[in-house]
């Protein structure tokens, strides 16, 4: 019996290598409307809200969604609802109102018979609905609130709650307290938190773009402490040296340090912004493979890992033009760079699974039609890990979702290409995203919260930021720091993390956590939680704030409730942000 299609054979059918980039653009913009309306359809179904009130609602947001979008784009959006067989003609006057205005004729088209005070009530009903679906919000205001939250955050990392809590830690490991052993598996570095790339998912967004920079901004010396303490600490351990950003080749010979003195596997991660010029990116692979050449540690080696993904790759409308965030052919052009002239480059392309067009389906393409023969090959799927996607017919399918691969060159002397696929987390700007954009793991938040099943989330890997500072795990990144290494010993902080009460009752039973935050902020730590991606996400989500982490570890630590409650409330009134 043949393999089911997978969610990349299904797209590689579909994709159109010569599609424009506006054709791309309204097809994305296109793509989320559908499942915007079929959230706003699914929502109504389960609430058991009148069908009438659900039709109204989406008249106005397809409305909405169309001036916000552009004029220009009115027919194309209009026509791809056809298959829908709904009036839109006779809401087209909706068009170019404001919110207020559009609800009210939305209204009155659709029950002209009824009184002025009939029709005001409705006005009430749908204004609310919309209100309380947040339809009136755009993302960019959804960023902007994660961006204020995260800088306040941010501003709290020495904070007195915070030192306390370190101050604690450190006694129990004075003391001999309980101990964990986490088996890291690779240690993060970032080189730079700065960014020539605006991705709706990006994890540090918020903390420093190019033209602004949050933090402390550190000089060379500085760098190679930190890398220093990275790549030793690392060596030791035998683990992976994860290079990341921001982007990290903004900081060229920082990365180039790393490659030459690594004492283990090195994994750079780029968007490859830099290869839209030919001549560039073979004169920055040519200083990679250099540099590689000087390293003669015999446990290292380095791979480039490319990000290649829907937010990567999203087109964009600005300024009367449509823009790639991250143009293909910058891809495109490094991936035959390193298999025609940098064959000992090893490259990894770095995806995620999302509900729109899988960008590689349409590299490979763009790769054939340039006469390269390629192939894909050892492929991985996981039963139960499916993605959503839309068929030529405007139809919902889920098909199996490729995990894993090698895109192999025929005939090339480089090597094959990892294809490597991961979920999006709803972390930094990607907590703005609509849940339908991408697969996660929601069921098993649920289950948590419930202290259901038998989920652990151990400890496996801290990342070293530029301003020196350790974060247990990418996902706590600049809420939630160990220390710095510009101050101690990477080795002596991680010491430190395996006594700290919380990481352990994360490995052990992260269900505790959730039960004890329960205690403070009642059932709004289930309505946070709840709407994280999986469950790492939601306990980073919840241990965000110092007084909760605070709170939460004087507890696990057996102190008395009223106590450690009447500190955390104290803490969280005078840190409260303006």
């Known amino acids: ?36 309306l079929a959230w706003i359809q699914e929502f109504f179904d389960r609430k058991k809200l009148a069908q009438e009130l659900a039709f109204l609602v989406m008249m106005i947001y397809i409305y909405d969604f169309i001036d916000r979008l552009g004029m ?37 088209i659709e029950y002209p018979e009824k009184s002025q005070e009939e029709q005001e009530k409705i006005v009430e009903l749908v204004t609310t609905a919309y209100a309380w679906l947040g339809l009136g919000r755009e993302q960019e205001w959804e960023v902007a609130q994660v961006v204020k939250r995260k800088r306040w955050l941010y501003s709290l990392l020495n904070s007195e709650p915070e030192r306390k809590r370190r101050e604690l830690i450190e006694r129990l490991r004075e003391q001999g307290g309980k101990r964990a052993e986490f088996r890291l598996v690779n240690v ?6 700065l960014c020539p790339n605006s991705c709706r998912f990006c994890l540090a967004a918020w903390k420093a773009s190019c033209e602004e920079r949050i933090g402390r901004s550190i000089e060379e010396e500085e760098f190679e402490v930190i890398a220093d303490e990275v790549i030793n600490f690392a060596g030791e351990r035998g683990l992976i040296v994860t290079v990341t950003g921001g982007e990290p080749f903004l900081e060229l010979e920082r990365v180039l340090y790393l490659v030459r003195h690594a004492r283990s596997r090195l994994d ?52 009367g033009e449509f823009v790639q965030n991250v143009p293909i052919e910058c891809v495109l052009n490094l991936l035959k760079l390193t298999q025609e002239e940098f064959p000992e480059i090893e490259v990894v392309l770095l995806t995620k699974l999302t509900s729109y067009e899988d960008p590689l389906a349409r590299l490979i393409k763009l790769l054939e039609k340039q006469g390269m023969k390629v192939r894909i090959t050892r492929k991985v799927t996981q039963p139960g890990v499916t993605v959503n996607l839309l068929d030529e017919e405007r139809r919902l399918v889920t098909k199996p979702a490729l995990l894993k691969a090698y895109l192999e060159f025929e005939g090339s002397q480089g090597k094959p290409v990892l294809i490597f696929y991961t979920v999006v987390e709803s972390m930094g700007k990607a907590s703005a995203l ?38 247990p795990g990418a996902h706590a990144l600049y809420a939630w720091s160990a220390g710095n290494v510009l101050e101690e010993s990477l080795e002596d902080i991680f010491d430190r993390l395996c006594y700290d009460p919380l990481l352990i009752a994360l490995a052990e039973e992260p269900a505790k956590i959730f039960e004890i935050a329960r205690e403070v902020e009642g059932e709004r730590i289930d309505a946070i939680a709840a709407g994280e991606s999986s469950p790492l996400a939601a306990a980073y989500r919840v241990l965000e704030a110092p007084w909760m982490r605070l709170y939460i570890t004087r507890r696990l630590l057996g102190e008395p409730r009223e106590r450690a409650e009447e500190e955390y409330r104290k803490y969280k009134e005078e840190y409260r942000p303006e």
């Open 72 to 108: 220009r784009f009115a027919d194309r959006i209009l026509n791809f609802l056809s298959f829908t067989s709904w009036p839109l003609e006779k809401f087209r006057p909706l068009m170019g109102l404001n919110l207020e205005a559009k609800i009210a004729l939305a209204v009155a």
């Open 188 to 193: 993060g570095i970032v080189p730079t938190e």
């Open 434 to 471: 609509d849940a339908f954009e991408f697969p996660g793991f929601r069921e098993q938040v649920r289950e948590l919260l419930k202290g259901k099943g038998e989920i652990k989330l151990p400890l496996i890997g801290i990342e070293v930021s530029d301003d020196g500072n350790v974060y």
């Open 268 to 319: 750079i991660t780029t968007s490859a912004y830099w290869a839209r010029d030919v001549g560039k990116a073979r004169e920055i692979l040519s200083k990679l493979s250099a540099a590689a050449r000087e390293n003669r540690n015999e446990d290292f080696h380095f791979t480039l890992q490319v990000s290649l993904d829907a937010f990567h790759q999203e087109v964009r409308f600005e300024r």
């Open 1 to 36: 019996m043949a393999a089911e299609e997978d969610h990349l054979e299904f797209q590689l059918k579909r994709v159109d290598p010569e599609e424009t980039l506006e054709e791309q653009f309204v097809r994305q913009k296109q793509t989320y409307l559908f499942y915007k």
